[in-house]
């Protein structure tokens, strides 16, 4: 474990973020489920592509043209590798997880649901993997079908089987939860969904930062993520998709780029990707994804991983000691996430108290509200953890929660 601390430092000094006081006290970052911070070799990747290669993609007759191209599509090779798909041209440039899962219901949706067709989603979902699908019903008179979870945040597999039926077009599931931590069983899922002709889409917005993502694998037919989950910028994302599947859907959006030919009579579309990439894109963010993936790279994700387990047991095994503390999604496998409750106290107070020792977290509903609702809680408080997060800020948060219990109760 000491190597590990050791090592745990050096990353630590790779984000220039980090090192800050807040109110006073040295800044414990602990909002990684809302964004996580950017290593100096993304901030540098930023900074050479606007001081050296500012400028479109694909249009350009000259040599910044052709380098910020290079670096453009680059980036998307180095995406399809991060989640080894089979062609680059499946990586489809977003600007996150949300309009990842908009793109797929807008032009999948609409052109294979009809009027009594089923979707599948869990009551846990991000309100991003609920809404756009509650959009697409309406529209196109098909039905929104929650699969049970339970109120430690489990999925009800059982239930889950039982639904499935011919009805049944299209389930979307949340890979990990924001709220809870919960690790669903995507596999099964999977499997399960094909075995009666149903396509799947996974949100992978809050799994990409913890563990290798294999889509050819998991034989799944979309999965989404975004860029500042997993320490790359903001407005940036991808879209996985088949590419049979993508191929046959129309596009998203149009204007420049995702047009072959134009004319008063007729447009013609672009071959995948670019189909659905109309406009300028977030040419930069994909650079910058690029690199943090780059980052990700250089570092032994296995052995973070189980310092993020760590990281949890050591909140819970907090909890318990400082008693009057209720954990909020009490799955067996969770990433790190720790969602709870202070007895008597509202979550806003909670998380105030904390930022004035310098500990940022995250309060309310965390766009699950459903999930909230059916527990009968307004929010809670969540502590979500990465690997440049130590033990020692671990039990800073319970001194700080210690403190809060005085003040509050």
């Known amino acids: 474990m000491t190597s590990l601390i050791a090592d745990i430092e050096q990353i630590r000094a790779d984000f220039p973020a980090l090192n800050q006081h807040v109110n006073g006290k ?8 809302a964004t996580t911070h950017k ?3 993304v901030i540098d990747a930023l900074s050479y592509y606007y001081q050296h290669d500012n400028s479109n993609v694909h249009r350009g007759a000259h040599t910044l043209s052709d380098r910020a191209t290079a670096r453009f599509e680059n980036a998307r090779r180095t995406v399809q590798q991060f989640l080894n798909a089979a062609h680059a041209e499946e990586i489809v440039w977003t600007r996150g997880t949300t309009e990842g899962i908009n793109l797929v219901a807008s032009t999948w949706g609409r052109a294979n649901l009809q009027q009594g067709d089923q979707i599948l989603i869990s009551a846990m979902e991000h309100h991003s993997n609920i809404v756009p699908w509650q959009m697409l019903c309406e ?7 929650v699969i049970p979870v339970s109120n430690e945040g489990v999925l009800d597999l059982d239930a889950f089987d039982a639904l499935l039926n011919e009805r049944v077009k299209l389930v979307s599931l949340i890979h990990v939860s924001n709220a809870l931590g919960t690790i669903n069983p995507i596999e099964h899922v999977i499997n399960k969904a094909h075995a009666i002709g149903a396509k799947v889409l996974i949100d992978g917005a809050q799994s990409v930062a ?16 975004s860029g500042h989950k997993l320490f790359a910028p903001t407005g940036i994302g991808a879209l996985y998709g088949k590419a049979e599947l993508l191929n046959a859907m129309p596009p998203y959006q149009g204007g420049g780029e995702m047009i072959e030919h134009v004319s008063f009579s007729k447009t013609t579309y672009n071959v995948l990707p670019y189909k659905f990439e109309a406009g300028t894109p977030n040419i930069a963010g994909a650079i910058g994804l690029a690199a943090a993936i780059d980052y990700l790279a250089t570092l032994d994700r296995v052995a973070l991983a189980k310092h993020e387990d760590a990281l949890l047991q050591r909140c819970q095994q907090a909890a318990s000691a400082l008693g009057g503390i209720r954990e909020i999604g009490q799955a067996a496998h969770k990433a790190s996430i720790f969602g709870f409750l202070l007895d008597g106290a509202h979550p806003a107070d909670v998380g105030t108290l904390l930022d004035q020792q310098g500990i940022a977290v995250r309060t309310g509903h965390h766009c699950a509200m459903p999930i ?23 039990d800073a948060l319970f001194v700080g929660l210690e403190k809060a219990k005085l003040f509050l109760l």
């Open 26 to 33: 040295p800044l414990i970052y602990l909002d990684n489920g």
């Open 39 to 41: 290593p100096q070799a």
């Open 139 to 145: 529209q196109q008179g098909a039905e929104l079908v």
């Open 210 to 225: 913890h563990w290798a993502i294999d889509v050819q694998a998991l034989d799944v037919d979309f999965f989404v993520f």
């Open 372 to 394: 909230m609702a059916q527990m009968g809680i307004p929010g809670s408080v969540r502590a979500s953890l990465t690997f440049y997060n130590t033990l020692a800020e671990v």
